[in-house]
């Protein structure tokens, strides 16, 4: 069974220039987050779907950052105009439903904003 | 909102040696899991431990949830071993909201 996948693996790009990250979650997993990890710290949530549906978006920068989850399968997280301080892992997890289910993660995206 | 406090927070093993990890968090939690992060940033699953004890080869977790605490013990450690371990809490709120540690920076030297 294929993990999490997500890409790119790297970007680099200049300060106010736009980003985006792809993931695909575990076949038939209903639920999918989003992370982000600074440098020496845990994940910290950004986002949480139910198939298409944003259920927990409390830590989301909506002023720049937006996601989607169309069809309740992959998803889209962009970072528009990137700032200094967005460097860090961007990383998505999946799990099969909404209770306390193991949550599986992907690789990560590393973001470094120049 | 929950801390999550991890301990120590970095540990240096020679290959062979036994080591504890803790973790202590600060509110009642429907779950918990560890996580092996290895030098690649790869988040690795290693128990989802709500309470009592399980076991997986060189590694045991014990979770005493009525205390809020967390155990993960690693046997005969290995260079493969190095990386940062992290307890993560789901808390036991309306939202089931991971909540991550502090971590556990290990490095095993051969």
Known sequence: EAGVVQSPRYKIIEKKQPVAFWCNPISGHNTLYWYRQ??????????????????????????????????????????????LGDSAVYLCASSAGQGSETQYFGPGTRLLVL | GIQVEQSPPDLILQEGANSTLRCNFSDSVNNLQWFHQNP????????????GTKQNGRLSATTVATERYSLLYISSSQTTDSGVYFCAVHMN?????LVFGTGTRLLVSP
Do not use: C, H, M
Request: aromatic fraction near 10%.
């Open chain 2, 40 to 51: 690649w940033g790869q988040l690795i699953n290693l128990f989802y431990i709500p309470s």
């Open chain 1, 38 to 83: 600074n440098l020496g710290q845990g994940p910290e949530l950004l986002i949480r779907y139910e198939n298409e549906e944003a259920v927990d978006d409390s830590q989301l920068p909506k002023d720049r950052f937006s996601a989607e989850r169309l069809k309740g399968v992959d998803s889209t997280l962009k970072i528009q105009p990137a700032e």
């Open chain 2, 93 to 97: 709120t309306g939202f089931q909201k």
